[in-house]
């Protein structure tokens, strides 16, 4: 997965600039990471991954990268 | 003994009717002894229902409703396959749980066909002397979406709320010709749909919405016996309504 532009489509995510998500972040340091973030994360994977995050899992997710790591676990 | 939900002789096509609440109503009307056209997308799920069927005659047509141009052709050809109708359950429906920053416009427009502007051309077509019998009834499947807001359903919430403001102005309209517009608002509902939407909601999430439901989550037969009261005699001198099945779910 191409970390840079899964950051970007995180920015969306949380309504922020673009530019404003970067690799390694820590979740709870990301400005509007709330529970529509987490519905538009959902909503995102589908769309743009084409999988089905089950939302269980988001709780455990600490780091930007933890996110792609769960999309991608999906994929496999 | 008396059986006033009894549906002998009447011919009622349920869309939707290869999964869920559409499935569901489609078995009970045929247990009452209607005759059942039942539509879906898919063929294969849709001959498990008809399968499910009781009594013989049923009707299965496959067909994708998102092809609104198509539905004036496709309801003369049940016609002529099935004979004039006499109901119409709509319960075809997409799901979408998308905040509005993700939310793509092909999204909403998808929705709204399926669950909404299908309907119009249903309801239009349906309308038509040739189409139907004499009291003749509709009912369309909305939800507690197009009553009560949540974050992430505006497409969804949206085109259930615009299916109750059709059915107020069409049974207006329809009074004089003898037929019935109602719609059913159901809350959480144990379906396929539910089943996907579940996915995207977290323990604490999903405990809360149960909760909601001061009678818990609804099975798909109890939306099917509402959606039977309103086809029946029983729905005699109802129009325009819109019945919430919701387990309690708007009371609060």
Redesign the interface.
């Known amino acids: 997965m191409d970390l840079t532009a899964f950051c970007l489509k995180l920015d ?2 949380l ?1 922020a600039s673009p530019g404003t998500v970067q690799p390694g972040q820590a979740l709870d340091q990301l400005e509007g990471w709330d ?6 994360f ?3 994977a589908d ?1 743009d991954y084409g999988v ?5 899992e ?2 455990e997710c600490r780091t930007v990268d933890d996110l792609a790591n769960l999309i991608l676990r999906q994929k496999a | 003994m008396i059986n006033p939900l009894a549906l002998e002789n009447r011919t009622i096509l349920v869309t939707g009717a290869s999964s869920g609440i559409g499935r569901a109503t489609a078995v009970l009307l045929s247990q009452l002894g209607a005759t059942i056209v039942a539509a879906g997308r898919n063929a294969g799920r849709l001959e498990e229902t008809t399968h499910s069927l009781e009594g013989g005659g049923h009707h299965a047509m496959v067909f994708d409703l998102a092809d609104l141009d198509a539905i004036p052709g496709w309801m003369a050809k049940v016609v002529e396959q099935a004979g004039p109708l006499d109901g119409l359950v709509h319960s075809a429906g997409i799901g979408s ?3 509005l ?4 416009m092909p ?1 909403v427009e998808q929705v709204m066909r399926v669950n909404y502007l299908s309907a119009v051309a249903l309801t239009k077509e349906f309308s038509r002397k040739r189409t139907h019998r004499k009291d003749a009834s509709i009912v369309l499947i909305s939800s507690v979406a197009g009553v009560v807001g949540a ?2 359903r505006t497409a969804y919430s949206a085109s259930k709320g615009a299916l109750t403001a059709f059915a107020r102005s069409a049974a207006l309209e329809l009074a004089s010709a003898g037929l019935r517009v109602n719609c059913i608002a159901p809350a959480y509902v144990r379906t396929e749909m539910y089943d ?1 939407a579940r ?5 604490e ?1 999903l405990n809360a919405l149960v909760a909601a439901q001061p009678l818990g989550l609804g099975e798909p037969l109890d939306v099917a016996h509402a959606v039977a009261f309103l086809l029946a005699a029983t729905g005699r001198w109802i129009t325009g309504a819109v019945l919430a099945v919701d387990g309690g779910y708007t009371a609060q």
């Open positions: 969306e995510v309504d529970s529509v973030a987490v519905l538009a959902i909503a995102m769309t089905s995050v089950p939302a269980k988001i709780p | 749980i998308a905040p920053r993700v939310l793509a999204e974050a992430g996907a996915g995207s909601l977290t323990d999430q």
